[in-house]
């Protein structure tokens, strides 16, 4: 972002922005961490984590939004801006296809415009 990275908006597996960060409750020692979903799901099926093994994974709304709001300022670095969109907008459109709900897909086109307005001034 404009000066250090905010580590808080950055997947600790991936270094990249979170897309569709979730909370990982882990199922026996209650540890709690922030992941990208696909990320954290990719590790713990090449770990043969599954079933009441794997604890829960949920959503958390607030960071999604810093990360929308922090794209939409032109805050997040080209390339991790550019890599975002695109993970953001294939996110956003599978969840319109599941949920017939248009407004996550909004979002990311709004923040990715003001990207692109932001930079430009």
Excluded at 9 to 16: K, S
Excluded at 30 to 49: D, F, N, P, T
Excluded at 60 to 85: L, Q, Y
Excluded at 92 to 99: G, N, V
């Amino acid at each position: 972002m404009a000066g250090p990275r905010q580590s808080a908006l950055y997947c600790p597996l991936t270094q990249d922005l979170y897309v569709e960060p979730v909370l990982y409750l882990a199922p026996n020692d209650g540890a709690a961490q922030i992941y990208e979903r696909a990320a954290l799901e990719q590790q713990l099926a090449s770990l043969g984590v599954t079933g009441d093994d794997r604890g829960r994974l949920v959503p958390v709304e607030a960071v999604r939004f810093a990360v929308e709001a922090a794209v939409a300022r032109g805050e997040a670095p080209s390339p991790a801006r550019e890599a975002w969109i695109g993970g953001a907008l294939a996110a956003a459109a599978r969840a319109a296809l599941q949920t017939h709900d248009l407004g996550p897909l909004r979002r990311v086109c709004a923040a990715a415009a003001a990207a692109g307005d932001a930079l430009s001034k």
